[in-house]
């Protein structure tokens, strides 16, 4: 049977509902895979196939012994309501198989949709009646549709009775509108409602395309998920405006008006946007005039911002820092700024490193930051160029909040990136100080992020501090735990290959960049796995043997001739050659296989003079501690082990 | 074309013929039609409410000499409150628009995620601000807590920018230019006090004094409580917390007092909040 749930309420944040349709897709239907749609004010589950009952069971009922008589199987027959023939004796009881109708699907989820529904997972939710004890949701539900076949399926949710009847657009459509599951979404259409989110976001991608529109796949989807009946329009500003700084234009328009910018070319904007209505049409241009009224006094406001804020230099702002606060328990801005400072010239930052951190949160304090919280940095950045600030200094001030994510780049210049590793390794020493390292999924300073960027810079600008120089105890996990992350899901590493380089030492992050790169080139090669598994042997048989290297060297002539003193050789040869090259020392190393494999074959280490045996272990202990400076093999999983 | 003043009466016409008590704006400086006793104490409690009243709004640190065309020091806020909020409140809301001239049909109306928090009034709710042709003309929250108390009634609180809707409807760049009756513009209404009180807010007001004033406040506010008067005492509220904003709008409070006014502030409130639901609750009995 075919199956209709519309949860019809007011205005979704948009941001909200993809999550809660990934919930609603795992809605249990009798087994019929439920497909889904929705729009800001309604989230709708639809499936066909739904059984109309479960299937009959039967159970088998245990009655009286058959010592009883059979006066007692007829009065049990007679409680289960069936006649006493259907009573049998089996292994001296009486039992009955009795059979159990499956229950109709329709009552199944009349049951159990309202608290499928109320348990739709939201970030933030609200009651709207029966005071605080009332159901919670996203935002009040103010209608359901709830149809299996041609009947309701009877339930209630927050004094709301499911029926048959939606509700059209709010201004196009109707109020009220019978419907059946065939012509549920032709209805909809009828009355302005594009109910796929697919089609949706096609017909803005198509309609703004058209007009010029840089299409900006972040907006869209805000866009895709405020509408239910989108259409884009275009409306121009005066190219006056095109004097202020691109980057405060195209924030006005994308984050504060949701509208798509238009370039005359690749990163050049015409004085022109395009805005998406949530309406069928603007045939008298009221809807354009309006926005380009709004965007208008927007971009007054900016430019009212940038010419006021001139009137005093960033330099002069320092002092002002101190009203604004970073954390209540770790002071101001102006004490987050001193400890910047102090960092930047620890890690022996140059002059401009140093004079753009000290400027680097001073666009706080600007009527345009206020404004425009998301072009912090960059209002910096611009207001230190126009007031003289050379080069590097503004470029750093401009970029030091990059990378705001693991895709975003790094900051371009050695200032930029030596500034904002300070700013973002200050924001983490500070909180892991005071106790407010992450837990869970709770992460209100995004340190998370701040440590991704600490990563990433660290790498990417492959700067020369040990990790170790910069955090210790749980920050130094912490960071040691983002960068595995950043080397496995942004780089594509394996993690025993990560975890092997990481076993071998914790240095700077470009050398275990470096080493992750010669053991990644190295590892199909056909010697490495084998060699892998018998460094991982080796080190069971130390383990075994409770070796204790004293730092003794090879006894020459406590060697037996053949392989074992060919493998004391070979590795005599290989430190004396110091190879520091990591892919050619991994090379080296791999090419030690057939020596390895042939010790084993040959030699018992395990043998019956101590010295002897002191000694082969000593060989076995300076081999597998040459072979792991770069990465300990142990750790690597080999092809055999994955089989287990 | 509607003058302002037209259309803050036809919006108060609306809200009457949808059973809402009319007020006048109270008395005490306020930052916002919210902080009137009209909404923060009567939404507390069992009993159903509600009202409509233009409230001009201090927020000093808003203030730009008027010399920005959009920003003012003060504005006019029309508060709506439906306790319990019905359950078409959205529809009666867009209703109201007709009623003020706005054709929907040929306009771009959508509700965008806004939810509102105001700390020192230990109040927050859940809503939307409302977009019409781009321009934020409505904050509509559905309250969930104030003064520190979980509603029983949760409230639709409705706030419309009159400035801003006027502007809209008149066609005009400048809040200034607004025409407030036949040939009077705001500018001739407001933009003297936009100018001297920006000079007070950001460059004239005594901070000592403020700082004097804001404890004496305080104290007065303490000493009401204990004496169960509730009204007086929110009045107190109402004047630390303006004084507050002024201290704020002159840059004289550094982080860690700025937390603690905050904190000040809102003990009293949530004080304030206390005592009045202590006094429903006789009321409550009998109506029960």
């Known amino acids: 049977m075919n199956f209709l749930l519309e949860i019809g309420t007011e205005e979704i944040p948009h941001w909200m509902i993809p999550a809660a349709l990934d919930q609603l897709a795992k809605l249990d239907l009798l087994g019929a895979k439920p497909t889904l749609d929705a729009s800001p004010r309604r989230l709708v589950v639809r499936a066909s196939e739904v059984p109309e009952r479960m299937p009959d069971r039967e159970e088998i009922l245990k009655g009286p012994p058959v010592s009883a008589g059979e006066r007692a199987a007829s009065g049990f027959a007679k409680k289960q309501g069936v006649d006493p023939s259907e009573v049998k004796p089996k292994g001296g009881y009486y039992e009955l198989h009795k059979r159990i109708p499956g229950r109709r699907a329709i009552d199944i989820l009349a049951e159990s949709l309202p608290t499928a529904i109320l348990a739709i997972q939201w970030p933030k939710t609200m009651y709207w009646t029966g005071g605080k004890l009332g159901p919670r949701f996203i935002r009040p539900i103010r209608w359901i549709v709830a149809l299996l076949g041609e009947q309701i399926i009877p339930f209630e949710i927050a004094g709301v009775k499911s029926g048959n009847i939606t509700r059209g657009h709010r201004q196009l459509g109707s109020y009220s509108i019978p419907v059946g599951i065939a012509d549920y979404e032709s209805e909809l259409r009828d009355n302005f409602v594009i109910l796929s989110s697919s089609e949706r976001r096609e017909k803005i991608r198509a309609e703004a395309f058209a007009l010029g529109a840089k299409i900006d796949s972040a907006l869209l989807e805000t866009l895709t998920f405020i509408t239910e009946y989108p259409t884009a329009i275009r409306g121009d500003f005066d190219p006056a405006y095109l004097e202020l700084p691109s980057e405060v ?70 002092e002002d820092l101190a009203h604004i606060t970073f954390q209540a328990k770790l002071g101001s801005y102006k004490d987050k700024t001193e400890n910047v400072v102090a960092l930047v010239h620890e890690l022996a930052g140059n002059e401009y490193a140093q004079r753009a951190a000290l400027l680097s949160k001073c666009d706080l304090t600007t009527g345009m930051v206020k404004e425009f ?93 040990r990790l170790d120089q910069l955090a210790s105890g749980d920050l130094r996990d912490f960071l040691i735990d983002r960068m595995q992350h950043y080397f ?27 080493r992750l790169k010669a053991l990644a080139a190295i590892r199909p090669t056909e010697n490495f796995e084998p060699l892998a598994a018998s460094c991982k042997r080796i080190r069971n048989i130390l383990k075994q043997a409770e070796f204790q290297p004293d730092g003794a060297s090879v006894k020459s002539d406590l060697l037996e001739s053949g392989p074992e003193r060919n493998l004391a050789n070979h590795l005599a040869a290989f430190v004396h050659e110091g190879e520091t090259d990591y892919g050619r020392r991994l090379l080296k190393i791999s090419a030690f296989r057939p020596h390895v494999d042939l010790f084993f074959d040959k030699v018992l280490v395990n043998a019956p003079d101590p010295k002897i045996r002191a000694n082969r272990l000593t060989l076995l202990s300076n081999l597998l501690s040459e072979f792991s400076t770069i990465a300990d093999f142990s750790e690597i999983v080999t092809t055999g082990e994955q089989k287990l | 074309m509607d003058c302002f003043q037209d259309t803050v009466s036809k919006l108060k016409r609306y809200w009457a013929g949808c059973g809402c008590i009319i007020q006048e704006p109270y008395d005490v400086e306020v930052g916002a039609g919210t902080m009137c006793p009209e909404t923060y104490l009567r939404v507390l409690g069992p009993k159903p409410y509600r009202v409509a009243y233009v409230q001009p709004s201090r927020r000093p640190a808003d203030g730009r000499y008027g010399e920005n065309p959009n920003r003012l020091y003060k504005h006019q806020q029309l508060q709506v409150i439906l306790k319990p909020s019905p359950d078409n409140v959205l529809d009666q809301y867009l209703a109201s628009l007709q009623a003020i001239g706005i054709d929907l049909i040929k306009h771009d109306i959508k509700f965008e995620e806004d939810n509102w928090e105001a700390p020192t009034l230990g109040a927050w709710g859940i809503g939307w601000q409302v977009m019409l042709d781009g321009l934020e003309i409505t904050q509509f929250t559905y309250f969930q807590q104030c003064g520190g108390l979980d509603l029983d009634l949760v409230p639709a609180e409705i706030t419309y920018g009159l400035e801003r809707i006027s502007a809209f409807l008149q066609g005009v760049e400048s809040v200034y230019d607004i025409e407030w009756a036949p040939g009077v513009k705001y500018s001739d209404v407001r933009l003297a006090d936009e100018v001297e009180f920006s000079r007070y807010n950001f460059d004239l007001a005594n901070v000592d004094r403020l700082w004097r004033l804001l404890a004496e406040h305080e104290a007065e506010c303490k000493d009401l409580l204990a004496a169960k008067v509730p009204l007086p005492a929110y009045d107190q509220v109402l004047k630390c917390s303006h004084l507050f904003n002024l201290l704020d709008a002159r840059g004289a409070l550094s982080v860690t007092e700025r937390v603690g006014v905050i904190k000040r502030v809102r003990d009293l409130a949530v004080g304030v909040a206390r005592v009045w639901m202590d006094q429903q609750a006789p009321a409550q009995q009998e109506a029960a």
């Open chain 1, 373 to 465: 919280t998301d072009l912090q940095g960059i209002v910096g950045g611009l207001y230190a160029k126009a007031q003289g600030e050379p080069e590097p200094v503004w470029r750093a001030i401009y970029e030091h909040y990059k990378p705001i994510s693991m895709e975003d780049s790094i900051p371009s210049t050695p200032e930029g990136q030596i500034v904002s590793l300070a700013d973002k390794l200050d924001t983490l020493r500070s909180c892991f100080s005071i106790g407010l390292a992450p837990t869970g999924s709770k992460d209100p300073f995004a340190l998370r992020r701040a440590a991704q960027g600490v990563v990433k810079i660290l790498v990417e600008a492959r700067l020369g501090y």
């Open chain 1, 488 to 514: 496995r899901e942004i780089r594509g590493f394996k993690y025993d290959e990560v975890n092997a380089v990481l076993a071998a030492g914790v240095t700077t992050l470009a050398d275990m960049e470096d």
């Open chain 1, 249 to 318: 234009l195209t924030t006005v328009m994308r984050h504060h008006q949701k509208y798509f910018a238009v370039e005359s070319s690749p990163g050049v904007l015409a004085p022109h946007f395009v805005a998406v209505m949530n309406t069928s049409g603007d045939p008298e241009g009221l809807v354009k005039t309006g926005n380009e009224r709004v965007l208008r006094a927007r971009f007054n406001d900016a430019r009212f911002f940038w010419d006021t804020d001139q009137h005093k230099k960033l330099a002069d702002r320092v």
